[in-house]
C-alpha cells in the first residue's frame, strides 16, 4: 500500500478508530491490531512475501532469547551468526543473486572466457534491506549485551513490522523502537496535530515535489544525448529534488503517522542540502542508516580510531557498502566510492566535524561563505546523483563529460519555469522551519487560525491535485 | 481525542467541499467554453479504437476525418461522438468501427483500468454522463479519484492558459512504419494463443447502442464497419458471436466489411493493424468506393465486394 494512494487514505482512519477506540483498554491487544494492520499494509503489496517477514522475525526472536540464556561465548557468537546469516542471506538472495552471477560472467569474459550467467528470475520484496537491519540491530544489541531480548512475541513481531516504517524506514533500533511497544499509549492531541501536520508535509514533498522533479528528471536522464550541458545540469538538479522529496517525503509521513498512535520514529532528515561541506550531508541525509552503519560496520572495524591508512580503509568500506546496500549495481558502487572521495579530505585534515550546528542558526541570512560552501556541497551531491540515477556507469559518465563540456554555457532547452518556481518557494519553506524537526513545524503557528488553515488547505489541493499520476516511492526499490 | 477528531473532520469536510467546487466550477466553464470544431467541409467521420486508426489516412479520402484512437472503447467515444456532432452539423455520415475485439470482455478494462481511466476521464469527463461518472467510481474506486483529481488540475490548466480547443484530444490518422507480422505469426506458431470467444462486454454493446441511438436521433447516417485484419488475427476467432451480435443488435444499421480486403503481410504493422503502407492503398481504394457511390448502393456488401475481387 502507498502512502499516496487512496487506499492508505482510508486504511489510516479505520485503523486509527480501531486502535483508539476499540483496542485501546489493552496494551496487547492494541500490539496485535498493529500487527494484524500492518501485515495487511505489506500484504496489500504482494502477501506471499509476509512468510519472509514473519520467517525473519521468528528467527531473531528466537536467537535473542537463546543468547540471552547462553553464557558460552561460543554459542552466542554462533546464534550471532544464524540471525546474520538469514537476514543477510534473504537480502543476499533476492536482492544480490544476479548481480553477482552477471557480474562473475563478466569478469570471466574480461579474461577471454566467455560463460553464460545463471540468472533467476526474481522479484524484490519490497522494504527487505530495511527490515533485514532492523532485526539484524536487534541480535547484534542483544549480542553486545546493550540490550535484553523480549518474550512478548506479539510485541517483538509488531516491532519488526511496523507499518508506517516498514518499507522504507527509518530504520529503527530495538532500543528505541521496541521499548515502545511496552508502554501503555495515551492519545495526546497536540503530537497527533503535530503528525497530521507532518504527514501532510511529507505528501507534499512527495507528491507535488517529488514527483513532478521526476518528470523532468526522467525526460532529461533517458535521453541525454539530446541535450545541452546546461540542460543535463538542471537534470540533475531536478533528480537530487526528486529524490529528496520522495525519500524524506516518505520518512516525514512515517513519523507523522507513528506519532498518530503514540510512537516516535528517529529523524531520518534534517534539511541535508543546507549542509556546508559532505561531512555534515552524511550527518543530515538518510540518518537512520548513516548511524546504522556507524554503529554497527564502521566502529567495529575501528572506525577513525587507528591509523591513516585504516581510516582510509574504513571510509571507504562504509561508503561503498552504504551504496550497494540502495542497489545490486555498479552505479551505486560508484555512487558510494564518490561520497568517500568527497568525504575523504575531511577526515584526513579533521574537518570532518567543522559543521556540527545548524547553518546561519537564529538568523535569516546565511552569509556568503556560507552560501558558496552549501553551494559546492550541493553541486557535488547533484554530480554523485547522477551516478545514483543512470542505467550503468557508462550513461553516467557519458551524461557527466557532456555537463562539463562548453554547451553548459548555453540556455537549457528544458525550462519548466512552473517547476523552477515551486522549487525555489519549497527550499524558502525549508529554510525558514530549517532549526525544527521537519520545515512546517512551527509555520504560522502563532498566526490565526484561518490563516493557519488556509495554508494547510493550499498545500493538501495541491496534493490532491497533483496525485493523479501517481509514482510509487523510490525507496521501495531498495 | 473528541477535539481531534472534530477538528480533523471539520478539515476534511472544507477540503471536500473546496475540491468539489472547483470541480463543478472549471467544468461549468470548460462545457460552456469547449470547441470540438472540425473542417468545414467534413461531411463523413470515422470513430473508434486503434483498427480505423491505422486504416483511415484521411489526408487521401474526400471530405473525411479519421477520429480513431487507440485504446479508446465505446464508453468514451459515445461522449466524444456527441460533442463533434453537436459542433459539426455540416457532418452527414459516421462511420463507426465495430470489430471482433470490440466485443471481447477484456474491452471494460479499456473503460475503467487504471491507465486507461487516468488518460480519458480528464479529457472527456467534463461532457459525461451522470451515470457514467457512476459506472467508473464503482468499478475503480481509486483510479476515479485519481482521475478526479487530475481533470481538475487539467480544467484549471486549460482556463488558464485559455486553451479550450478539444480536437487535437480526439485522435486521428496514426502512421505505422513497423512490419512486424512475420514475428508475431512466427510467435503464434510457437505458442499458440487462445482467447475467449463466448465471454462479451455487454458495456462495450450498451454504449456502441446509445451511440447508434444518438446519431439516429440527430438525423445522421450511421454505418458501422470493420477496418482491415490479418487473415490470422487472434481476435477473428470471435467471428459467430460477433456475427450474432451484429444480427441481433444491429441488423437495421448499415454494415461495411472490410476485413477481407485483400492485402499481403507487408502491409500490416501486426496482425491487427495497417501500417502506412496497407493504410494508403486502402485510404485511395475507400476514396474510390465512396465516389463510386457504396453509401447508395442497396447491397453495400455486394458493392464492396465485388470491387474487392476485381483487386484480386
Not at chain 1, 229 to 235: A, C, I, R, V, Y
Not at chain 2, 125 to 139: Q, R, V
Not at chain 2, 165 to 176: D, Q, V
Request: charged residues 15%; aromatic residues 18%.
Amino acid at each position: 500500500m502507498l502512502f499516496n494512494s487512496v487506499e492508505f487514505a482510508i486504511f489510516l482512519p479505520i485503523v486509527f478508530i480501531l486502535y483508539w477506540f476499540v483496542f485501546s483498554k489493552h496494551l496487547k491487544a492494541q500490539n496485535f491490531l498493529l500487527l494484524v494492520v500492518s501485515y495487511l499494509f505489506y500484504g496489500w503489496w504482494d502477501w506471499r512475501f509476509l512468510s519472509l517477514i514473519i520467517f525473519s522475525s521468528f528467527v531473531d526472536y528466537g536467537v535473542g532469547i537463546a543468547m540471552h540464556n547462553s553464557s558460552h561465548k561460543t554459542r552466542r557468537k554462533l546464534l550471532l551468526w544464524v540471525s546474520i546469516c538469514v537476514n543477510l542471506g534473504f537480502l543476499g538472495f533476492f536482492k544480490y543473486f544476479n548481480f553477482f552471477a552477471e557480474s562473475f560472467a563478466e569478469a570471466f569474459t574480461l579474461m577471454g572466457a566467455s560463460i553464460d550467467p545463471f540468472t533467476l528470475n526474481i522479484v524484490l520484496p519490497v522494504g527487505i534491506s530495511f527490515y533485514t537491519f532492523q532485526t539484524l540491530s536487534y541480535s547484534i544489541d542483544i549480542y553486545k549485551g546493550k540490550l535484553k531480548p523480549t518474550t512478548d512475541i506479539v510485541a517483538f513481531f509488531a516491532f519488526v513490522s511496523f507499518f508506517p516504517q516498514l518499507v522504507a524506514g527509518p530504520i529503527e533500533r530495538a532500543t528505541n523502537l521496541l521499548p515502545q511497544f511496552y508502554r501503555h499509549r495515551i492519545f495526546k492531541y497536540n503530537d497527533a496535530v503535530d503528525g497530521m501536520r507532518q504527514i501532510l508535509w511529507g505528501l507534499f514533498k512527495k507528491v507535488v515535489v517529488a514527483d513532478n522533479c521526476a518528470e523532468y528528471a526522467n525526460m532529461i536522464f533517458n535521453n541525454y544525448g539530446d541535450y545541452s550541458g546546461s540542460t543535463l545540469f538542471l537534470g540533475g538538479i531536478f533528480f537530487a529534488f526528486q529524490i529528496y522529496g520522495d525519500f524524506s517525503g516518505y520518512s516525514d509521513i512515517a513519523i507523522g503517522t507513528s506519532r498518530l498512535f503514540g510512537f516516535r520514529l528517529m529523524k531520518n532528515f534534517a534539511f541535508p542540502y543546507f549542509s556546508r561541506d559532505i561531512a555534515e550531508f552524511w550527518r543530515r541525509w538518510h540518518i537512520s542508516l548513516s548511524t546504522w552503519f556507524r554503529d554497527y560496520l564502521y566502529i567495529p572495524l575501528g572506525g577513525s580510531k587507528g591509523g591513516r591508512n585504516m581510516r582510509i580503509r574504513n571510509t571507504f568500506i562504509i561508503f561503498i557498502v552504504s551504496g550497494f546496500w540502495h542497489g545490486a549495481n555498479w552505479t551505486f558502487i560508484v555512487w558510494g566510492a564518490l561520497n568517500a572521495i568527497y568525504f575523504l579530505p575531511l577526515l584526513l585534515f579533521n574537518k570532518n566535524r567543522n559543521n556540527l550546528g545548524i547553518v546561519a542558526e537564529g538568523k535569516y541570512l546565511p552569509s556568503f561563505r556560507e552560501v558558496w560552501s552549501m553551494s559546492i556541497t550541493f553541486g557535488l551531491t547533484v554530480i554523485a546523483w547522477i551516478f545514483f540515477r543512470a542505467a550503468n556507469v557508462g550513461e553516467a559518465l557519458g551524461y557527466i563529460s557532456e555537463i562539463f563540456s562548453l554547451s553548459l554555457f548555453s540556455m537549457p532547452e528544458v525550462r519548466p519555469s512552473n517547476l523552477l518556481l515551486l522549487i525555489a518557494v519549497f527550499v524558502l519553506i525549508e529554510w525558514l522551519g530549517r532549526e525544527r524537526e521537519y520545515a512546517i513545524e512551527q509555520l504560522l503557528l502563532s498566526k490565526p487560525k484561518l490563516l493557519r488553515w488556509s495554508f494547510y488547505l493550499i498545500l493538501i489541493l495541491f496534493v490532491f491535485l497533483f496525485q493523479g499520476k501517481q509514482q510509487t516511492f523510490i525507496y521501495f526499490q531498495f | 481525542m473528541k477535539r481531534f477528531i472534530i477538528q480533523t473532520a471539520g478539515f476534511v469536510g472544507v477540503f471536500f467541499v473546496l475540491a468539489l467546487s472547483l470541480f463543478f466550477m472549471t467544468n461549468n466553464v470548460i462545457q460552456n467554453k469547449a470547441t470540438f470544431k472540425i473542417k468545414e467541409d467534413t461531411q463523413y467521420v470515422v470513430f473508434g479504437h486503434s483498427h480505423p486508426e491505422c486504416a483511415y489516412n484521411d489526408s487521401l479520402i474526400q471530405d473525411f476525418q479519421n477520429f480513431g484512437n487507440s485504446g479508446e472503447s465505446y464508453f468514451y467515444t459515445q461522449t466524444k461522438l456527441q460533442q463533434v456532432l453537436r459542433q459539426n452539423p455540416k457532418i452527414e455520415t459516421v462511420f463507426i468501427e465495430f470489430t471482433n475485439n470490440q466485443i471481447a470482455e477484456g474491452r471494460n478494462e479499456w473503460i475503467w483500468s487504471d491507465k486507461h481511466i487516468t488518460n480519458r476521464y480528464p479529457t472527456f469527463e467534463a461532457f459525461m454522463e451522470k451515470g457514467d461518472h457512476f459506472l467508473l467510481l464503482k468499478n475503480n474506486f481509486s483510479g476515479f479519484v485519481n482521475s478526479f483529481s487530475l481533470s481538475i488540475k487539467n480544467n484549471i490548466g486549460r482556463i488558464i492558459s485559455g486553451d479550450y480547443n478539444f480536437t487535437p484530444k480526439l485522435g486521428g490518422y496514426l502512421y505505422l512504419e513497423k512490419n512486424k507480422v512475420d514475428s508475431f505469426l512466427m510467435a503464434q506458431e510457437k505458442s499458440p494463443a487462445t482467447i475467449s470467444t463466448q465471454n462479451i462486454s455487454t458495456l462495450s454493446i450498451k454504449y456502441l447502442e446509445k451511440m447508434v441511438a444518438y446519431c439516429q436521433s440527430q438525423n445522421k447516417k450511421v454505418v458501422l464497419l470493420r477496418s482491415p485484419q490479418h487473415s490470422k488475427c487472434l481476435a477473428l476467432k470471435n467471428e459467430a458471436k460477433f456475427r450474432e451480435i451484429l444480427e441481433t443488435k444491429f441488423s437495421d444499421i448499415p454494415f461495411l466489411d472490410f476485413n477481407e480486403f485483400p492485402t499481403t503481410n507487408a502491409e500490416f504493422a501486426d496482425l491487427e493493424h495497417l501500417n502506412h503502407k496497407g493504410a494508403k492503398r486502402f485510404s485511395i481504394w475507400f476514396n474510390s468506393l465512396m465516389q463510386q457511390g457504396v453509401m447508395d448502393a442497396e447491397d453495400k456488401q455486394a458493392f464492396i465486394n465485388t470491387r474487392m475481387t476485381a483487386i484480386n
